[in-house]
């Protein structure tokens, strides 16, 4: 295990009706004024936004409203919420919503305080000091954005997926309702699926140093993953299933996981930057398409961890048994694993490889992913 330095700031309210409490919790940090921000109207046709203005209102807590970020969320957007932050001259950022729109709010509240363009940040030409205070109320798990100080937004005129990361961007205090979360659609339960999975392997196949008791903690958010979504499936309304899949989603990229861990990377996240950002794929479907593909690759790069994960997770043998075990559980939740099952055309290939190759050199990567390792990689997914 090599030495680490742990913080994460952020406190979690978790469990039922705590999204009632959040008024609350802004008043202890004199918060007065905030932009609330969110994606569909879902959460006002299902009263969500009204219990959350009431909240508001019972603390005296005025707010303006930022509505329709979507999945993959855009530069655009950011740039209109840190325009109305800046007017209104807000206290603070809520967001109500999945990780699109905490990553949208986390950037809105880096921006807010920042003379330049916020684009600086994510392409490292200035860093992040300040943000203003973020709150949130997680309607989807997936992304750990709840519990970490990461932002990953599209700006759509250029097809960059880049992302932003500083101590500043924690949330002051998170919740996590898993009552909330019963009404995601099964696409977006499979796809959230795929995601912690993506947030799990990426250390555990990568690292050059993993300690025994990071894996075993990476093993055991897997399996719960996989135990707690074939529950789901079938009955949407379990809460004990959705209240553990959202706190393994949470743990599987709040920090601990990665807890001694030593030069891990993040490659299939790299990769499907680039095809969500050329084709708009859902980023959870996006990495179940790269991930079987990637891990056939490099398998033989760190085969005893693969073996591993194969005896961990499936009771299987070798380590080309897990990586195919792991593709037909894919395909038996309905997220997809080749890139017709999207509808995504050979022809597109070329401007993905083109895409991730920028992406590589913005992770660190570009001395083992080339293009042409990319390409190979990339040609295991059809």
């Not at 999945?71 to 740039?79: C, E, G, H, I, R």
């Not at 992302?163 to 339960?189: D, E, G, M, T």
């Not at 398998?299 to 005893?304: G, H, Q």
Request: aromatic share 10%; proline share 4%; glycine share 8%.
């Amino acid at each position: 295990m090599e030495n680490f330095t742990l913080q994460n700031p952020v406190r979690i309210e978790f469990g039922k009706d705590k999204e009632h409490y959040m008024g609350q919790y802004l008043s202890e940090y004199g918060i007065k004024h905030v932009l609330l921000a969110y994606g569909s109207e879902r959460i006002k046709k299902e009263g969500l936004f009204d219990s959350v203005a009431k909240s508001l209102q019972r603390k005296g807590i005025t707010f303006c409203e930022l509505g329709g970020i979507v999945s993959n969320p855009l530069l655009s957007k950011v740039y209109e919420g840190i325009e109305m932050a800046q007017h209104n001259k807000v206290d603070a950022v809520l967001c109500v919503g999945g990780g699109s729109v905490l990553d949208s709010a986390k950037a809105i509240a880096a921006g807010a305080l920042y003379e330049g363009d916020v684009w600086d940040f994510f392409l490292g030409k200035s860093f992040i000091t300040q943000a203003l205070p973020i709150f949130d109320i997680i309607t989807l798990a997936a992304t750990g954005s709840e519990m970490n100080c990461g932002a990953v937004v599209t700006n759509e005129k250029t097809q960059q997926k880049y992302f932003i990361q500083a101590p500043a961007l924690f949330p002051k205090v998170s919740i996590i309702n898993p009552y909330l979360q019963r009404s995601v659609s099964k696409a977006y339960l499979v796809y959230s699926a795929s995601d912690v999975i993506a947030h799990c392997i990426e250390g555990y196949f990568t690292a050059t140093t993993h300690p025994t008791l990071i894996s075993k903690q990476i093993e055991a958010i897997i399996t719960t993953i996989m135990e707690t979504t074939e529950i789901l499936i079938e009955n949407p309304n379990d809460y004990d299933a959705r209240a553990e899949f959202a706190w393994a989603a949470t743990c599987a990229l709040n920090g601990f996981t990665h807890v001694g861990v030593a030069g891990m990377n993040f490659p299939n996240h790299m990769i499907e930057h680039a095809l969500s950002a050329i084709c708009n794929i859902p980023h959870g479907a996006g990495l179940s398409i790269v991930m079987p593909a990637w891990m056939k690759w490099y398998c033989p790069k760190n085969e005893a961890q693969f073996t591993r994960f194969a005896k961990a997770i499936f009771g299987l043998e070798s380590a080309e048994d897990g990586i195919d075990a792991l593709t037909n559980w894919f395909d038996k939740i309905g997220t997809p694993t080749k890139f017709s099952h999207y509808a995504i055309e050979e022809k597109t290939l070329p401007e993905i490889v083109d895409n991730a190759a920028d992406n590589d050199i913005y992770f660190g990567m570009d001395k083992l992913y080339t293009k042409e390792v990319i390409a190979d990689i990339l040609n295991k997914a059809w």
